[in-house]
């Protein structure tokens, strides 16, 4: 089956009432994935915001509260829930094969959007979402949010993560070096021509703020467009004001890329 092409949808409850959810089934590399749809229930000419989640497994899965969020403020979001998750086929790589998940949900989305589609990350979503940007060229604008950039400083930096990270990748920086090289995209980060927004709350112990720069520094070395956005008083997670108030901000930044 051609991929990005939609299996099966079904409606999903949502918890707003201007938001509708879709739980859909769409093919990556002969596996069928799943991933949640959140539209405006309000007809319109909506860009696309592919929101790609953080976390493993069942740790960190999509929330219909966090699409429907930015779905509010008017886009089409679609979440993939990643190979291997909530009884999609194949098996979650951090980042590996999985990449091509988030590459090929874009064509899902598009089908629902107009043309401009946007990266939304959070979390382990920040390496997916500079894999999709270097791997297509139709990217309207990237932001990672307390994203991950490089999978041996996670290594270094998550004692919790090594045995996951052990097992998947074959064994530790030290021994499987290529395999982690492998899923670094600062190695081929100049090849998007997308403008990036990082955001990082610089007390932020899940994922530190030396991810983001590095992925600072990879942008400047190449001369790409990005903007930062660090916060001195923040963890991995927002104060509830706080994320509302960014939620607004990114959005709004989105729709600048645009005009530009």
Partial sequence: MENGMIDKKKPYPSPNPHVRLTEIVYWSEGLRVKGMLAEPKEPGNYSGILYLRGGIQSIGMVRPARIAQFAAQGFVVFAPYYRGNRGGQGRDEFAGADRWDAVHAVDVLKHYSNENVHLLAFSRGGIMALWTAILRQDIASVVTWAGVTD?????????????????????????????YEERNPLLRIEESAAPFLIIHGLKDENVYPAQAFLLEEALKLNGQTHETWYFPDYTHFFPPA????TVQAVCKWMGEQEKK
Avoid: F, I, S
Avoid at 169 to 177: D, E, F, R, S, V
Avoid at 242 to 245: F, I, L
């Fill in 151 to 179: 999978t041996v400083l996670t290594y270094k930096e998550r004692p919790d993560m090594r045995r996951m990270m052990k097992r998947l990748y074959g064994g530790t920086p030290n021994t499987a070096l290529a395999e």
């Fill in 242 to 245: 706080a994320n509302r108030q």
